[in-house]
């Protein structure tokens, strides 16, 4: 190992003390490129991390059920004949975000003229889209253009007077007015 080190030396030794500078002079500029990329890497702890992309956290679509399971019992409850209920919710599709985003859009055309009747037009789009990114406290985030809430499936009322035909057309007729779904969509049974 010591021989190939003393060997390894040697050349560095002749390569230095020879005459051919253009040799001499791309190995000390080998070596400041390799000095520039360990400080830089050494660098790096004192640099902020760039952390990836965050997208806005959506609300769990059990969350958004439950809240608007518990807000419809405690409307239900109060319509006259109602008693005690229960609530259930579905959904047909949960949260869904629209990311803004920036586009290019690049047209070529070109026209081949080959004599006198005989014309040829060549056009080429091109479009480019990405997402629109902010960064805020060292983060990195999407911007958010359109937040678009959970469809309802539909609901299911269990309540104490949910034999009457009246509270049911109550019931339904709330629900319906609430959620903006359409009647068929709500069903409301008697509890037993």
Not at 140 to 149: G, N, P, R
């Amino acid at each position: 190992m010591e021989g190939k080190s003393n060997a390894l030396f040697s050349k560095v030794k002749v390569i230095f003390t020879g005459e051919n500078k253009k040799q001499q002079l791309i190995i000390v500029l080998g070596l400041i490129g390799m000095a520039l990329i360990l400080l830089s890497e050494l660098a790096q702890p004192w640099k902020s991390p760039k952390q990836k992309v965050q997208e806005e956290e959506p609300a769990s679509n059990e969350a958004y059920i439950q809240q608007m399971e518990q807000r419809l019992t405690s409307m239900v409850e109060t319509i006259s004949g109602t008693g005690k209920c229960q609530v259930m919710v579905t959904l047909q599709q949960g949260t869904e975000y629209v990311y803004a985003s920036e586009g290019k859009t690049t047209m070529d055309r070109s026209q081949n003229l080959e004599g006198e009747s005989a014309k040829k037009m060549e056009q080429k789009d091109n479009n480019e889209s990405k997402i629109v990114i902010l960064e805020q406290n060292g983060t990195s985030k999407a911007l958010i253009e359109t937040k678009i809430e959970p469809q309802i499936k539909g609901v299911v009322v269990v309540c104490e007077g949910g034999d009457s035909a009246v509270v049911k057309e109550r019931i339904v007729e709330a629900v319906t007015t609430v959620l903006g779904i359409k009647s068929n969509q709500v069903c409301v049974v008697p509890k037993g």
